[in-house]
């Protein structure tokens, strides 16, 4: 992806709509806004402008630049944001990563929380850097409204918090449309390919997503949206 | 990927898994196994060298096909197979894509339809080719489990059937957790970026799935995952 590197103080969103969410959400975080000589002169460019002077954001024209910073064709505006940390609440629904290695992945269930309002997204490392460009765009920008925070084991996340804990797991005894949702709740997903081990089962109430047994197991990024909608969709 | 034509009349499962896969649901399509030197000489491998050696099979030992036929590391088996079409039913449950244009989520939806015993997925041009090798790792092996069919136009496949039409629209006027779900059904799912146009809220019962505004939509298999859990979960 470009010339992204992990321990970088900065990352990049690769495309207009994306770079106009970060200007939007995250704007104290922008610090310069690449312009390539193919984007059109349209609404879009004209709001990016506009916020880049108000907040005094360098816009830097320059085709070179745009293709050393993203692989993907079309890609005719990158914004440059430093990294942030975020606080998570302790006491609020969370959704709980253990291992995810995909940023496709992870960017799809950023933008899932941020779609029904899940505003906590805690991380157990090792694990796949947020701020990897592609977990960025694939979360459409939606990494902007949602709180992460990284933990090196789920024991130290899970010695701040009183939550009811739900893993999500093959071995899980309830099925995901017959519990009984406690509020507030931590969702815990296991890594794509080995998912959630044993010792899961002693965390709280394991639950599984029933299915036929064509398949091992559900899309992670599938499993985490088909959970996230269940417990919230009282509230829609 | 690698050396896969579009045109061509094979296609290639890249992974030992999915190899398998492949010889356990459609050993007749089938022609050829290609195994790196790298690979372990282990159970997966003497199931797949059992089956090609029962079915006349092909196996061929060769470092540089596997890497000229795959671009990911730690691929140590691939198998060829023969494109196949298949017959779709009319008069059952059907998921229904209107040109999905990403092969991965093309790929997950299949999983999910297989998990969710949803056998029959349409699509409708222009999209996705199905068998690229990208479509085939992502479903996990599941696509040899739907049975699929390409269509010119929505209209071509909705004059052969009297399924209840469902489609998936931001515009949609019913909440997909308060539907009345009437089988047989079609679910219906627009492309990534536009999505359905206006002229499918003619079509059926438009459904949204209800979210928060901080996100414009949510991701494309993460909607269809959804969708088809919320229409099949009384059978699980």
Known sequence: MGVYEKDSNVSYTL?????????????????RVYIHSKQDNNDTLNRILDICKSNNIEVVYSDKLINKLSDKENCFIVGEFEKFDCEISYNENTICLVNP???????????????????????????????????????MGAIFNVNFKYFKSFDEYK???????????LKGSTSLSKIEKKEPYTLIFGNEATGLNDSYLEVGTPIKIMHSNNIDSLNLDNAASIAVYEFTKKDF
């Open 159 to 169: 010695k701040n918090t009183n939550n009811n804990m739900y893993p999500f797991m």
């Open 101 to 139: 290695s995909n940023a496709g992945n992870l960017g799809t269930i950023i933008r899932t929380c941020a779609g029904f309002n899940i505003k906590n997204l805690v991380i157990i490392e090792p694990a796949v850097d947020i701020f990897n460009p592609k977990v960025v765009r694939a979360s």
């Open 15 to 31: 495309g207009t709509t994306l770079t106009l969410e970060l200007l939007i959400k995250k704007v104290d975080k922008a610090r």
